[in-house]
């Protein structure tokens, strides 16, 4: 197969940079697994530790403090020192942790743990600065879909596979497991992963203006938009099943609705992204998803069967999920390339201070006011994402073609 060079002389195989986007999306993949993986046998942790189900769940509540505290400070990273070493450190900082996991004692899980949190930023942010590099443009959102995808991949693998490995190989099996992937994770980035642009951008680029927030209009408002569209859909996961076993449904059957609700969003993600492409749109694009989105709130948690709730997650999914690879997109468009990890890893901190925000806001006012009202909070937050975009959407297209003709 013949070899393509691009702008800047670096020969690559065609079948290169879907390798290359194939282990990254591998490394995301791992970042849920390891971010959600005790969450559906949390009970089990608590009896056998001897902790209370809080402190069992610091397992989890980790990641997004970490990716509060380390998301931007692994954007400014990427821009001076690249996405390859980005990655290499993210991945072998979760090979080497997950080594600690498999130690039966709870407080060495929770350090193990807080590591790997800390390594997730350094594997999540590079999406939208790999993406770039290795594709063109005309495919950036397509791909970027792609891990969303993955990301979206990893939650379900997590929530299936992970109590499947604990029934059968026990918790110092399944944790074996999990360390010997990412282990195999890490060889292989160091091996295949490569880097077209030999330097950063920020490194290349000595000349150009400091990263500014300020005066960045469709940044700022992506930002916002990312605080409630992040911290309400988790909070919207995290307590539908507590919602739904107070009106009489199982376990299972709150499992089977997030089920629906990943699947929906996989399918989304691989639609919608090339859709906004297609349509050279993706503000229209993302306004048009959050109008259902917001609307689907309301049915999912009333839902008067399974089956109904079941639908309507799917809808929710199909519509929801995909806000994340279209906000990267514009956030990637947005910002000067030599600022696009910076302007990632803010993304992802202000995303997951929603999803801390947010959580805790809904089960302040579910228990105060009751479930419907908080529901209702979610539905007008949405509603607020909306009515900001609408107002910004002329000066965000205006931001985004000056910056485009600037490129």
């Not at 879909?145 to 604990?166: Q, W």
């Not at 005066?215 to 990312?226: E, M, P, Q, R």
């Amino acid at each position: 197969m013949d070899a393509e060079a691009d702008m800047h002389g670096v020969k690559t195989l065609p079948l290169q940079r879907w390798g290359i986007l194939a282990i990254f999306c591998a490394a995301l993949i791992m970042t849920q697994v390891f971010w959600y993986d005790f969450a559906p046998i949390l009970t089990y942790v608590s009896g056998h530790y001897g902790v209370s189900e809080l402190s069992a769940s610091l397992l989890i509540l980790v990641f997004p403090v970490m990716s509060i505290l380390v998301s931007a400070l692994a954007g400014g990273f990427i821009d001076h020192r690249g996405y390859r070493l980005s990655l290499l450190i993210g991945t072998g900082l979760m090979a080497a942790c997950s080594l600690l996991r498999v130690i039966d004692n709870f407080w060495l899980l929770v350090l193990a743990q807080t590591g790997i949190a800390v390594a997730v930023p350094f594997v999540v942010t590079p999406i939208t600065v790999l993406v770039s590099d290795w594709f063109d443009a005309r495919d950036e959102a397509k791909v970027t879909g792609i891990c969303a995808i993955a990301i979206f991949a990893g939650l379900a693998l997590a929530m299936m596979v992970s109590p499947l490995l604990f029934t059968s190989f026990r918790l110092a099996g399944s944790m074996a497991i999990h360390a010997a992937a990412a282990f195999l994770l890490f060889l292989l980035t160091y091996l295949f992963v490569r880097q077209r642009q030999y330097q950063a951008p920020a490194t290349q680029a000595t000349a150009q203006a400091p990263f500014k927030i300020k005066g960045n209009i469709t940044l700022l408002v992506i930002l916002v938009a990312s605080f409630l569209i992040q911290g309400c859909f988790n909070a919207a996961t995290t307590w539908l099943e507590v919602v739904w076993s107070a009106r009489g449904f199982g376990i299972d059957d709150a499992g089977l609705a997030m089920a629906a609700v990943v699947a929906g969003g996989i399918i989304g993600a691989m639609i919608i992204p090339a859709l906004a492409t297609r349509a050279g749109n993706t503000l229209g694009v993302m306004i048009i998803c959050l109008m259902p989105s917001a609307l689907l709130l309301y049915p999912l948690f009333s839902a008067g069967s399974a089956a109904w709730g079941i639908a309507c997650g799917a809808l929710l999914g199909f519509f929801w999920l995909p806000l994340l690879p279209l906000s990267l997109t514009v956030i990637d468009e947005a910002v000067p390339k030599a600022h696009a990890g910076m302007a990632a890893g803010l993304f992802w901190t202000v995303g997951n201070a929603g999803v801390l925000a947010m959580t805790v806001l809904f089960e302040r006012i579910k228990n105060i006011l009751g479930w419907q009202q908080a529901v209702v909070m979610l539905i007008l937050c949405m509603a607020a994402v909306l009515c900001v975009l609408l107002r910004f959407a002329p000066a965000m297209r205006r931001h985004l073609f000056i910056h485009s003709r600037e490129a």
